[in-house]
């Protein structure tokens, strides 16, 4: 079984809490060095925008269903992506 740290997971719960998605679904791309975090399941994005900061908003219908964080382990403590 893996090791978990529970004081980082612990940092992060103020952080979820002010996302404005109840659910959230994530997973990471080791190779690829990506992060996708879904806000709907199933979804089907139609648009999606790239930041400045390499980061992709996936839409769906005009609504925010994911993100997409490129180079996810290389950053640190970022702001949260705002639409």
Do not use: C
């Not at 679904?25 to 999606?48: G, I, M, Q, R, T």
């Amino acid at each position: 079984m893996a090791a978990i740290n529970i004081k980082e997971v612990l940092s992060l719960t103020p952080q979820l809490l002010h996302i404005p998605f109840k659910r959230i679904w994530s997973s990471y791309d080791e190779k690829a060095d990506v992060l996708y975090l879904n806000f709907k399941k199933p979804s089907h994005a139609d648009d999606s925008e790239l930041t400045d900061d390499d980061i992709i908003i996936r839409y769906e219908k005009g609504e925010i269903v994911g993100i997409t964080v490129l180079h996810a382990s290389k950053r640190g403590n970022g702001n949260l992506v705002q639409s």
